[in-house]
């Protein structure tokens, strides 16, 4: 099975879908010619063309508004925003109308598309680069939350939102963009949007992260089984909205201690809703509080201090230990 990164997977997902959807299109500033910032989309203009890969202006709230559009017109575009602090530029765009329309237009008009956009820190860039606002969009009414952490939940994931007949938010944890390589098969594949994976099963405590967190996550989790003797079972989100209560209430219902870790400012965060999820569904059953490890709420900083803003494997230890050591 060959084995591709990240970026390489989305492009596959693209390809395939382009080639299997001609209502399916992509769209965003310097996607074409250049094949995007980070190369996602290399290679598409030259085997579908400059009707279906599209370069746009610098203009975000005209990219958005522009795929509204098209989705009214039962089009498919794959919107990118090259980098998710400039989603800002369209926020009128995505609350009144992306995430409205189908509502506004009682059913008659689904947006069938897709908003990619790269987040989070991990690679020193500069202000409004480094971003991790999926809370915005988790609290915007009719949006769907995607957030892949490899390179074949991914593909599969784009391929799933590209059917969607709802609007997908598609962030892309860029620290994760040519971090490592997976097994990512030739033959389309795709994962239920609001599913969560269960990546480790264990029986004394349960980490839910997402994104590029979780890399994070299995290295602080080899640790504390190897070196520690503690059994903790790992859960990927991957879908923010609509989020699997279900998978992860039966986790914290089975090991009664819980520890949730997101690169987002701490409040207000995907952290707290879990934590409030888990109070009404599985509260009898924690053994500890639930802790949150998270970003802090400052703008995201610059170069090198940014390693002192995101959770790191060493922190996610403590926190393990601190709630494991926990006696009521």
């Known amino acids: 099975m060959p084995q591709r990164t990240m970026v390489e997977a989305l492009n596959l997902a693209l390809d395939q879908s382009m080639a299997n959807d001609e209502n399916v299109c992509v769209m965003g500033e310097d996607i074409a010619i250049n094949g995007g910032v980070f190369r996602v989309t290399k290679g598409l203009l030259e085997k579908y ?23 009214i017109y039962g089009l498919k575009p794959v919107a990118e925003i090259q980098f998710s602090g400039f989603t800002m530029q369209a926020f009128d765009q995505i609350e009144q109308n992306m995430a409205r329309y189908r509502s506004r237009s009682r059913d008659r008009y689904p947006i069938s598309m897709v908003m990619r956009t790269p987040y989070g ?6 202000e409004h680069h480094s971003e991790s606002r999926e809370s915005y969009w988790a609290h915007t009414p009719g949006l769907k939350v995607v957030i892949p952490s490899g390179p074949r939940n991914a593909r599969a994931l784009l ?3 590209i059917d969607d007949p709802d609007p997908v938010v598609f962030y892309e944890p860029k620290a994760v963009y040519r971090a490592f390589r997976e097994d990512v098969p030739d033959e389309p594949e795709t994962m239920e949007i609001g599913k969560a994976q269960v990546v480790r099963e264990g029986a004394d405590l349960t980490i839910i992260a997402y994104g590029a967190m979780m890399r994070p996550v299995l290295e602080a989790t080899d640790d504390l089984v190897e070196l520690h003797g503690m059994d903790i079972e790992v859960i ?6 609509p989020m699997d209560t279900q998978t992860l209430v039966e986790s914290v219902t089975k090991t009664g201690r819980c520890v949730i870790v997101h690169e987002g400012p701490r409040t207000c965060g995907i952290a707290a809703e879990i934590i409030a999820r888990l109070n009404e569904d599985a509260f009898e059953h924690l053994i500890a509080p639930i ?24 922190s996610i230890i403590e926190a393990v230990k601190e709630t494991m050591a926990f006696d009521a």
């Open 49 to 71: 063309g400059s009707n279906r890969v599209m370069d746009t202006p610098l203009a975000e709230c005209g990219i958005i508004g522009t795929a509204v559009g098209m989705a």
């Open 159 to 161: 391929k799933a939102s």
């Open 291 to 314: 802790k949150r490890l998270t970003g802090y709420d400052i703008h995201f900083p610059f170069f090198q201090v940014e390693q002192h803003y995101l959770p790191d494997a060493d």
């Open 236 to 241: 990927d989100l991957l879908s923010i909205k």
């Open 121 to 126: 820190g991990g690679i020193r860039a500069v």
